[in-house]
């Protein structure tokens, strides 16, 4: 018989082990308290390297095909807000694939940022025969860029299982990316303007969020 770790860092993924890492810096009690009154929030420093002057945005798969997956989800989005704390100077927005308008939450920061994220994730779990749209929540975010006239470099981390099972046809998602990427060609956008990191939960839909990696820009000859 297999026995489990006690404790969820003790998991063989690399997140764990992050978290474990990310939870050995932060200050604790009083001197905490004390810094957080004359230091700004701390930056990853490696992650600084790479992610400069950006808008930062989780967007979160809450339909019906995650609700198995959910926990996970719940783990991995405080990890991944705790890695960017202090990248993106106005806050990282965390947007919703269902029900966003009551969900979506703007410019987070610090400890009272993790707060809300966490209450959010928790109200917002997925819930039955709400499936994910996917094309729609690409095209919405893809048109606010548009509106700002594609004033500031953003990257989306898309946290997903990839079934989409309210994307119809399903390479809808596809197109509403190329199309994008060809406005930002137009526009003259300098490289990496806007990225795009999908971040997989399961195996079913594995190859293709594979090929939106890996095959999308050079079958579309976009960047």
Known sequence: MVSLPEHVFELPWEICQVRRDIG???????????????????????????????????????????????????????????????????????????????????????????ETLRKILMAAQPQSSKPTDMSKVLDDLFREHRRDRYRKATTLLVLTDGAWEGTIPVDNADNKIVEFARDLGKVKAPDRHYTIGFIRFGVGFRDRLKALDDELSEKHEIR
């Open 24 to 114: 050995t810096k932060i200050p604790q009690g009083l001197r905490a308290t004390i810094k957080g009154f004359f230091k700004k929030e701390p930056k990853d420093e490696h992650l600084e390297a790479f992610i400069q002057k950006r808008d930062l945005v989780l967007v979160i798969d809450n339909g019906t095909s995650m609700q198995g997956f959910w926990p996970i989800v719940t783990f991995v989005a405080i990890t991944l807000a705790m890695k960017i704390a202090g990248l993106d100077e106005d806050g990282y927005d965390v947007r919703f694939t269902i029900n966003g308008a009551k969900y979506d939450k703007f410019g987070l920061k610090g400890k009272g940022g993790l």
